[in-house]
């Protein structure tokens, strides 16, 4: 009887919804490595290689396509050990092992921008290892909670938010050539991610727990000042670039307290105007689990989620 309520309950949940029409039919898995779980992020480099994935155990793996095989590519907690941490899904292994949550690389150098829970907005290099911590607080600590990432691909400007001890979150700017933080707003509800424009002429950061997407001018008549795009039916996490200009990805969990508690995922496509172009429900390989990216890369999209130890890769038809 309990597995009939959710099933109907979710059918339910799928006819709230503006549904995609089958675009993206073919559903398939990048398995992690044995025991290791929590893709939260996916990057693909300038060569088209990936996806980089930032997993619970503190790592960031990049897929080897010769392989067929996740390889480990860097990490972020500077002490490290790999007999205790890799494969770890403890949560309290978190200030040793590191938690990577965000990735964006600037293509014109390379570098992959992390954004990890306890070290804060990181960086390396092409070949990997150790990232470096490339900002700090006013109290000269590193940012915590930090959780999502962006580069600006023309300036090198990176774009990453940051929960306060209160759990307020804030949208900074790191500028590489000065070196400075620069706080752009602040009070943000929930944790969330950012994407700069294609023009660059502004930011979109979400808000978690506000359930909304909020635009920050860069230029412009409005630049310094922020504004609602839109309003969500669900809780928004990462917002991703799509190959198409002024087109956004954005993942959405929906989740419900009644009859049962219950997370109906979601891909959604908006645009920089704030209008809504498409609803996907991710049923295929996330019943009742939360998402936390979807990422586009040449025409598939790649689904990463704290709770499943796989990349989901969805694929359009002929």
Partial sequence: MANLIVFMFFCSLLLAV????????FFSKIRL?????????????????GPYVSVADGRVLKWDSTLNVFVEFAYTAPNRNKQLCDGTTDPN????????????????????????????????????GLALQLATSAEGVPFKFTNGVDVDQQSGIVFFTHASETYNLWLLKYD???KQVTVLL?????????????DRSFVLVSEYVGKRIQKFWLTGDKANTAEILINLPGNPNKIKRSETE???W??????????????????????????????????????????????EHN???????????????????P
């Fill in 299 to 317: 025409s598939a999209l790649y689904i990463g989620s704290r709770d499943t130890d796989f990349v989901g890769v969805l694929k359009k038809g």
């Fill in 33 to 49: 490595p044995p025991g290791v779980t929590g893709p939260e992020s996916a990057a693909f480099d300038a060569a088209g290689r």
């Fill in 176 to 178: 590489p050539v000065t």
């Fill in 93 to 128: 292994m978190g200030p040793i092992c590191g938690r990577p949550l965000g990735l964006s690389f600037y293509y014109a150098t390379e570098f992959l921008y992390i954004v990890d829970a306890y070290f804060g907005l990181l960086v390396v290099g092409p070949r990997g």
């Fill in 246 to 248: 002024g087109e956004y």
């Fill in 18 to 25: 503006v549904v995609s029409g089958g675009t993206y039919p």
């Fill in 186 to 198: 602040r009070g943000l509800a929930g944790a969330g991610g950012p994407a700069v424009s294609f």
């Fill in 250 to 295: 954005v993942a959405l969990n929906v989740i419900s307290q009644q009859p049962i508690l219950f997370t109906a995922p979601q891909g959604l496509r908006i645009n920089g105007l704030g209008m809504l172009l498409e609803t996907l429900p991710l049923v295929t390989g996330y019943f009742n689990a939360s998402i936390a990216v979807v990422q």
